[in-house]
Protein backbone atom coordinates (compact mmCIF):
# COMPACT_ATOMS: atom_id res chain seq x y z
CA UNK A 1 0.00 0.00 0.00
CA UNK A 2 1.48 3.71 -1.08
CA UNK A 3 0.98 5.75 2.11
CA UNK A 4 1.85 9.35 0.76
CA UNK A 5 3.39 10.65 -2.52
CA UNK A 6 4.56 14.36 -2.54
CA UNK A 7 7.01 15.58 -5.21
CA UNK A 8 10.28 13.56 -5.06
CA UNK A 9 8.96 10.97 -2.45
CA UNK A 10 6.62 8.30 -1.84
CA UNK A 11 6.22 5.65 1.05
CA UNK A 12 5.42 2.89 0.54
CA UNK A 13 4.49 -0.13 3.30
CA UNK A 14 6.32 2.03 5.78
CA UNK A 15 9.95 2.90 3.71
CA UNK A 16 10.64 5.98 2.16
CA UNK A 17 11.70 6.24 -1.43
CA UNK A 18 12.98 9.17 -3.13
CA UNK A 19 13.80 7.89 -6.90
CA UNK A 20 11.40 6.40 -9.06
CA UNK A 21 9.96 3.26 -8.40
CA UNK A 22 7.58 0.04 -9.75
CA UNK A 23 5.41 -1.30 -6.91
CA UNK A 24 4.60 -4.73 -7.06
CA UNK A 25 1.98 -6.64 -4.56
CA UNK A 26 4.45 -8.52 -3.12
CA UNK A 27 7.98 -6.32 -3.97
CA UNK A 28 9.09 -2.79 -4.33
CA UNK A 29 11.78 -1.90 -7.12
CA UNK A 30 13.78 1.11 -6.37
CA UNK A 31 15.97 2.52 -8.69
CA UNK A 32 13.72 2.43 -11.72
CA UNK A 33 15.49 4.39 -14.92
CA UNK A 34 13.85 5.10 -18.23
CA UNK A 35 15.71 4.79 -21.51
CA UNK A 36 14.33 8.19 -22.65
CA UNK A 37 13.67 9.97 -19.09
CA UNK A 38 10.48 11.56 -19.67
CA UNK A 39 9.27 8.84 -21.85
CA UNK A 40 7.98 5.03 -21.66
CA UNK A 41 9.38 3.00 -23.72
CA UNK A 42 8.92 -0.93 -23.53
CA UNK A 43 12.16 -2.08 -22.96
CA UNK A 44 11.20 0.40 -18.97
CA UNK A 45 8.82 -2.21 -18.23
CA UNK A 46 10.53 -5.16 -18.69
CA UNK A 47 10.44 -6.25 -14.66
CA UNK A 48 6.48 -5.88 -14.98
CA UNK A 49 6.07 -7.49 -18.36
CA UNK A 50 7.99 -10.84 -17.10
CA UNK A 51 6.18 -10.61 -14.01
CA UNK A 52 4.50 -13.77 -12.64
CA UNK A 53 1.69 -13.52 -12.55
CA UNK A 54 1.04 -10.83 -14.71
CA UNK A 55 -0.56 -7.94 -13.78
CA UNK A 56 -3.91 -6.96 -14.76
CA UNK A 57 -3.47 -3.94 -14.67
CA UNK A 58 -0.44 -1.34 -14.86
CA UNK A 59 -0.95 2.22 -13.26
CA UNK A 60 1.49 4.58 -14.84
CA UNK A 61 2.37 7.83 -12.79
CA UNK A 62 3.64 10.34 -15.23
CA UNK A 63 5.56 12.55 -12.64
CA UNK A 64 4.10 15.72 -10.51
CA UNK A 65 3.41 17.42 -13.20
CA UNK A 66 2.81 14.53 -15.68
CA UNK A 67 5.19 14.92 -18.02
CA UNK A 68 6.37 11.57 -18.76
CA UNK A 69 4.71 9.82 -22.23
CA UNK A 70 3.40 6.72 -22.84
CA UNK A 71 4.40 5.84 -26.14
CA UNK A 72 2.52 4.44 -28.52
CA UNK A 73 3.76 1.08 -28.65
CA UNK A 74 3.75 0.74 -25.32
CA UNK A 75 0.31 0.53 -25.17
CA UNK A 76 -0.13 -1.77 -28.10
CA UNK A 77 2.08 -4.13 -26.27
CA UNK A 78 0.06 -3.90 -22.69
CA UNK A 79 -3.02 -4.06 -24.98
CA UNK A 80 -2.19 -6.93 -26.86
CA UNK A 81 -1.58 -8.86 -23.47
CA UNK A 82 -4.51 -8.22 -21.79
CA UNK A 83 -3.13 -5.84 -19.63
CA UNK A 84 -4.98 -2.47 -18.93
CA UNK A 85 -2.88 1.07 -18.88
CA UNK A 86 -4.12 3.84 -16.86
CA UNK A 87 -1.31 6.68 -17.24
CA UNK A 88 -1.80 9.86 -14.63
CA UNK A 89 0.18 12.34 -12.95
CA UNK A 90 1.58 10.42 -9.78
CA UNK A 91 0.03 12.54 -7.60
CA UNK A 92 -3.83 11.03 -9.15
CA UNK A 93 -1.80 7.27 -10.04
CA UNK A 94 -0.86 6.67 -6.63
CA UNK A 95 -4.77 6.53 -5.03
CA UNK A 96 -5.46 4.63 -8.37
CA UNK A 97 -2.91 2.35 -7.32
CA UNK A 98 -4.44 2.13 -3.90
CA UNK A 99 -8.16 1.46 -4.81
CA UNK A 100 -7.46 -1.23 -7.51
CA UNK A 101 -5.41 -3.25 -5.01
CA UNK A 102 -7.70 -2.64 -2.36
CA UNK A 103 -10.05 -4.04 -4.73
CA UNK A 104 -8.16 -7.20 -5.60
CA UNK A 105 -7.34 -6.71 -8.41
CA UNK A 106 -3.80 -7.29 -9.39
CA UNK A 107 -1.93 -4.19 -10.30
CA UNK A 108 1.73 -2.88 -10.83
CA UNK A 109 2.19 0.58 -10.33
CA UNK A 110 5.17 2.47 -12.39
CA UNK A 111 6.19 5.77 -10.67
CA UNK A 112 7.80 9.00 -11.73
CA UNK A 113 8.29 10.77 -8.60
CA UNK A 114 9.64 14.17 -10.16
CA UNK A 115 8.68 16.37 -12.76
Known sequence: MIESYDFGVMVVNGKRYTSDLIVFPEKVLSGWWRREG?????????DVLSATPPPRVL??????LG???????????LKDRGIK?????????????????????RVVGAFHLTC
Not at 59 to 64: A, L
Not at 93 to 101: Q, R, S, V
Open 59 to 64: VVGTGY
Open 67 to 77: LVKVLPEVEKA
Open 85 to 105: LIAQPTREAFKTFNELLKAGK
Open 38 to 46: HQLCLEDLR
